[in-house]
């Protein structure tokens, strides 16, 4: 059983274009998490959502908007794309009063901006 | 502010030979820590994790990790490495957040 998805898995696009990453868990997790992973291998966080309220914006540029519809999905909507956009974008997951916080992460989605 | 160092950037070794990647985090208060891995083209996995109790922990794969609260690290272990552990490696830590703090990774390459 898959427990956090995303799609795409690739995503090739031109700059200027809008785009959309989706991602679903079914952990019936709290929150959800969406990491920038560079050309480095550098993992950063972006955006937290609990229970569909943003709780963590990590200094991303407003083209970036992340959407819960509800507290399963958080998809990232990308305006005006960039060369500097092209990463993997990782989605993840976790439960809200765990004495870790220990984190799920999907397989991650390839973005290349031409 | 959080942060996490990953002092070895690309490890070589050849099977069978042993592991240690260091790990060192910067915060004042109690921490959870946590080692990932990323095998190629893959997304990320749990190793292990530590948030309190016994400060050797130890994961899957036959990795295990000491928290030593004086140094501020978390280093990886495993005493003999296999072609299948190439991947890259990732020390997390979180000051009982949600926030996750990642270090820049360890690639390590493990040759037959």
């Known amino acids: 059983d898959t427990a956090v998805s995303q799609t795409p898995k690739y995503l090739v696009t031109q700059m200027g274009n809008d785009k959309s990453i989706k991602c679903e868990q079914n952990l019936g997790h709290d929150t959800m998490y969406w990491y920038k992973q560079d050309s480095k291998k550098f993992l950063k966080i972006m955006f937290s959502?609990?229970?569909?309220?943003?709780?963590i914006n990590e200094t991303v540029p407003n083209r970036f908007s992340p959407k819960s519809p509800d507290k399963a999905h958080l998809n990232l909507h990308i305006n005006s794309l960039e060369l500097g956009d092209s990463a993997v974008y990782f989605c993840?997951?976790?439960?809200?009063?765990?004495?870790?916080?220990?984190?799920?992460f999907g397989p991650g989605t390839r973005l290349t901006v031409t | 502010a959080q942060s996490v160092s990953q002092h070895n950037h690309h490890v070589i070794l050849s099977e069978a030979a042993s592991l240690e990647l260091g790990c060192n985090y910067s915060y004042g208060g109690t921490v959870n820590l946590f080692w990932y891995v990323q095998y190629p083209g893959q997304h990320l996995q749990l190793l292990l994790k530590y948030f309190s109790g016994d400060p050797l922990v130890k994961g899957i794969k036959g990795f295990e990790a000491e928290f030593i609260k004086s140094k501020f690290s978390f280093n990886l272990r495993k005493p003999s490495v296999q072609w299948s552990d190439t991947a890259e490696y990732f020390c997390?830590?979180?000051?009982?957040?949600?926030?996750?703090?990642f270090g820049t990774g360890t690639r390590l390459q493990v040759f037959p």
């Open positions: 959502y609990n229970n569909k309220e943003l709780i």
């Open positions: 993840a997951s976790s439960r809200q009063g765990t004495l870790d916080y220990e984190q799920y």
């Open positions: 997390a830590v979180n000051a009982h957040t949600d926030k996750l703090i």
